[in-house]
């Protein structure tokens, strides 16, 4: 298995920008095998799925509410993903998981938004967007 650790977050402005990182360490041999994924959880809420990305890095999938705020991407040789958010609003304020899955392959949707298909999780970092 791999452990897994975000960075990146913090308090700015609405309209601001962060960028989100996730480092994988441990078995790191078998990272350009997992499939990852964002999550965020705010206060009162369920954790909901923010963004996806597949093994290759060639297949991207976005909670449609940040579609074309939010870019995932991952670097196999760093053992990161990363997670540009820009055009920031209050309601992206949550705590931001990163997850990873050893399915061979995913390709739907569905697939990627369910937190059940993931079996390892960051601590998670906090990212707050003030009005």
């Known amino acids: 298995q791999v452990q897994l650790v975000e960075s990146g977050g913090g308090l700015v402005q609405a309209g601001g920008s962060l960028r989100l990182s996730c480092a994988a360490s441990?078995?790191?041999?078998?990272?350009?095998?997992?499939?990852m994924g964002w999550f965020r959880q705010a206060p009162g809420q369920e954790r909901e799925f923010v963004a996806g990305i597949n093994w290759r890095g060639d297949s991207t999938y976005y909670l449609d509410s940040v579609k074309g705020r939010f870019t995932i991407s991952r670097d196999n040789a760093k053992n990161m993903v990363s997670l540009q958010m820009n055009s920031l609003t209050p309601y992206d304020t949550a705590v931001y998981y990163c997850?990873?899955?050893?399915?061979?392959?995913?390709?739907?949707?569905?697939?990627?938004?369910?937190?059940?298909?993931?079996?390892?999780w960051g601590q998670g970092t906090q990212v707050t967007v003030s009005s």
């Open positions: 997850a990873a899955t050893p399915i061979p392959y995913m390709r739907l949707f569905s697939d990627y938004a369910d937190r059940k298909n993931y079996d390892q």
């Open positions: 441990g078995r790191t041999s078998t990272f350009r095998s997992y499939a």
